[in-house]
């Protein structure tokens, strides 16, 4: 049945809520888990349902997306599979820039026009989940549904950040509020047993869909409506055939700074919620580095990936991403390092101690807590980044503070000594 689908992976917008992350890269393109991209989350669930005819929609930033799409996803020549990037574009038909989800795919009807499909699966391309699309597809043909949504339960304390949807004894989706704030007790939907026993009661959207291929093109080409989840949702219940696909397995999206550093940090957990080490494991570029040195470090609930050098004093619950160095008598507690692209050479690190320049890295006796280092950077000896009162939230040449995080920004120098 997935030879009949093809998949839209949504890049999202400019990402502002991620930023400082989001500064010079699309939101599909922030690094996760220390050698992954946020991207790769829907491609890989694809890619294990099945589903190999993916394109990727964006528009901001888009560089270094396509140059990580382009190293990574290559299939056979003798294959149909493909994962392709369709970047906002002008048309005779269109100004360029998509005006929303639903716009997005309404853009980019003419590109999936010369393949054979019956359905189409629309992602966003900034949650963290593993989900087998082949099941929602079957029960989206079985019922003989228009459109299918991937809903998760919630508890009603969570209801007011969704769009909640409420379904009849079939599971077809009878109403559809976004973002309820109060009175909201009606629309309480029948859910699992496990689910009830924790107090999750209502469904939300998880921004999944499967549309009937006919449906799709016709609803998108009879109306200018930019959003699926605020219009062309809503506006399609009651009309036609829109099925809820309960999801009960882990779930986030990962839309600002909190959700991303709560998800990094929560793989360092003995029993993660969400699993790297699943059969169904995620694809990523494969970078040929070699393992990881540590020498003198205590680590407790590490992950660290592959080509770092690591002599600091301990690490504790922290995502240690490629590439990364770490120099003598250094504390790391709760952060997520993104790493490096590149090592320097040596010509490069004496000609940096020659400067009294930071080496690219985490210098010696440095003490850093709650907090994102973005790639390239160079962070120098005895530097302290949020050790001591709780910090206002703000924006800096450097560094961003958000909610008690201190994001260090992409390629930033952060001299010997300085306190953040």
Not at 390 to 403: K, R
Request: hydrophobic letters at 35%; charged letters at 20%.
């Amino acid at each position: 049945m997935t030879s009949k689908v093809i998949c839209i992976v949504l890049g999202g917008g400019q990402g502002s809520r991620l930023y400082p992350l989001t500064a010079t890269r699309s939101k599909p393109a922030v690094p996760i888990a220390g050698k992954y991209r946020l991207v790769d989350i829907p491609i890989s669930n694809c890619l294990h349902s099945g589903i190999t005819r993916i394109y990727v929609l964006t528009q901001f930033n888009s560089a270094s997306l396509n140059k990580h799409i382009k190293n990574t996803y290559h299939f056979s020549s003798f294959s149909e599979a493909f994962v392709d990037i369709l970047a906002a574009e002008q048309t005779p038909t269109s100004g360029g820039w998509f005006q929303g989800t639903a716009d997005a795919v309404r853009q980019s009807l003419h590109h999936l026009a010369v393949h054979e499909f019956d359905y189409v699966l629309i992602l966003s391309g900034d949650q963290l989940y593993q989900m087998d699309f082949d099941h929602m597809l079957s029960e989206h043909i079985e019922k003989k549904a228009d459109i299918s949504i991937a809903t998760i339960p919630v508890h009603a304390n969570d209801v007011p950040g969704f769009g909640i949807l409420k379904t009849d004894a079939e599971s077809f989706i009878t109403e559809f509020v976004e973002k309820p704030k109060t009175d909201f007790e009606k629309l309480q939907s029948e859910t699992s047993a496990e689910m009830k026993a924790q107090g999750r009661n209502y469904l939300a959207s998880m921004g999944i869909y499967i549309f009937n291929r006919k449906l799709l093109y016709d609803t998108l080409q009879s109306n200018n409506h930019p959003d699926f989840g605020k219009e062309i949702i809503p506006q399609s219940i009651g009309n036609h055939k829109v099925l809820s696909y309960q999801y009960e397995g882990y779930w986030t999206d990962i839309g600002t700074i909190p959700s991303f550093f709560d998800a990094n940090l929560g793989l360092t957990d003995d029993i993660p919620q969400f699993n790297l080490f699943d059969k169904n494991y995620i694809f990523t570029r494969a970078r040929m580095l070699p393992p990881s040195k540590i020498s003198g470090t205590h680590m407790e609930k590490a992950i660290v990936a592959d080509g770092c050098i690591i002599n600091a004093d301990h690490i504790i619950r922290s995502v240690i991403g490629i590439r990364t160095r770490i120099g003598f008598d250094t504390t790391i507690e709760n952060c997520y390092i993104m790493g490096s692209d590149n090592y320097q050479t040596l010509e490069q690190m004496a000609e940096c101690h020659e400067n009294n320049q930071p080496i690219m890295g985490i210098g010696d006796r440095c003490q850093i807590k709650n907090a994102i280092i973005d790639k390239n950077t160079h962070i120098g000896n005895d530097v302290v980044i949020n050790c001591g009162e709780p910090l206002p939230n703000g924006d800096y040449p450097t560094h961003t503070v958000q909610d008690g995080i201190v994001v260090v920004k992409k390629r930033a120098v952060i001299p010997n000594g300085t306190v953040i």
